[in-house]
């Protein structure tokens, strides 16, 4: 087979796009306006086989050929693979073989990176906890306040985790309610000076009902984080915003009251404890377990993917780390004498999970 070159390309970049429609306040009606922003972390190239002068021909013989290449992704400064419904950032390969006188051959695959998040630092670690009461009425008809006190474990987590949800639920209004608590993902993009919201809600745990004049507890109720897309701290046209669980009120139907929101408590899903320092992270006993994020697959096919000559299949879906068999592990009793002092094989032992 006659060719120019082999090449092979490495590139990552964040794209955002959305449209919005305008009124033009005349009979011409309306027209849609375009938002675009795009972000290039790196892009490069390697020849793995001919030149890059136009008139040279070089032939490749029958048969199997495999041609090492090698790409150092930078060490920071980019951020963590996402596939959102209004942009994406996103890391590929394409291969590519320049022939004359005909189309290219090209193929295409896209590979997750994560942006190390280390979420053993303090401010993860730390309980957020928050309180609120709502006063439910009618028209003229006051009824008393329905009221929350809810806190986490912590407040950084993996995706495979779930979060400990300890509450206190109150009801002194005239109807019976059900506590609940969502967990959402909020994603914001940027372009041309302005802003998209897109909030998305992943799982939900229902309590029992809170009868009138009666009060519920949670105790360290799970609500499980799914494969999704770590937090997006780094990227300026993408922003995966903090997780959130919400806990709120609901009433069986029929439903005579606006629903009421409550506590809104943030939380960071990020990858297990890496380090954001430049020196490599330590080595582990295991490797990291990864699942396929659950937005599903998307097409990587780009505007020059749509000539004829490419090949392959350009569907991706990005995979993240995952916790598999996650176990909730309660804080150790209060007391007043410190474990880790007296020698007291228990009390090392529950230092030691700290």
Request: proline share 8%.
């Amino acid at each position: 087979m006659k060719m120019r070159a082999l090449r092979i390309f490495n590139r990552g970049v964040a794209k955002v796009h959305w449209t919005e429609s305008r009124s033009t306040g005349t009979r011409l009606g309306s027209y849609t306006e375009h938002y675009n922003a795009e972000v290039e972390y790196f892009f490069r190239r390697q020849l793995l086989f001919g030149g890059d002068h136009s008139d040279v021909r070089e032939t490749l013989v029958e048969g199997r050929h495999e041609f090492s290449f090698g790409f150092d992704l930078p060490v920071e400064g980019i951020a963590t693979s996402f596939e959102g419904k209004h942009g994406s950032i996103r890391y590929w390969l394409k291969a590519e073989m320049d022939k004359p006188w005909s189309f290219n051959h090209k193929t295409k695959k896209a590979f997750t990176v994560i942006s190390p998040i280390d979420i053993n630092k303090p401010e993860y670690l730390v309980s957020v906890e928050n309180n609120t009461e709502k006063l439910l009425c009618c028209w003229l008809c006051t009824s008393g306040p329905i009221s929350i006190n809810a806190r986490t474990d912590r407040r950084g987590y993996c995706p495979g985790e779930s979060i400990a949800i300890s509450a206190d639920f109150e009801n002194h209004s005239s109807r019976t309610v059900i506590p609940y608590a969502t967990l959402h993902q909020t994603q914001t993009f940027f372009a041309n000076g302005k802003s998209r919201l897109r909030a998305t809600k992943f799982t939900v745990l229902t309590g029992l009902s809170v009868t009138p004049g009666n009060r519920a507890t949670w105790d360290a109720q799970l609500l499980k984080i799914p494969a999704v897309s770590p937090t997006i701290m780094n990227c300026c046209v993408i922003k995966g915003r903090l997780t959130t669980s919400r806990m709120s009120y609901g009433f069986p139907q029929p439903r005579f009251f606006p629903e009421p929101q409550f506590v809104d408590t943030a939380f960071l899903p990020a990858p297990p404890p890496y380090r954001e320092a430049l020196t490599p992270p330590p080595p582990i006993d295991e490797p990291p377990t990864y699942a396929e994020s659950m937005t599903g697959a998307v097409d990587i096919r780009d505007e020059d993917d749509d000539q004829p000559g490419t090949m392959g299949d350009l569907m991706f879906t990005p995979m993240y780390t995952y916790v598999y068999d996650y176990r909730y592990r309660s804080p150790p009793a209060y007391s007043e004498v410190d474990p880790c002092r007296g020698g007291a094989s228990a009390g090392t032992m529950a230092c030691s999970r700290l």
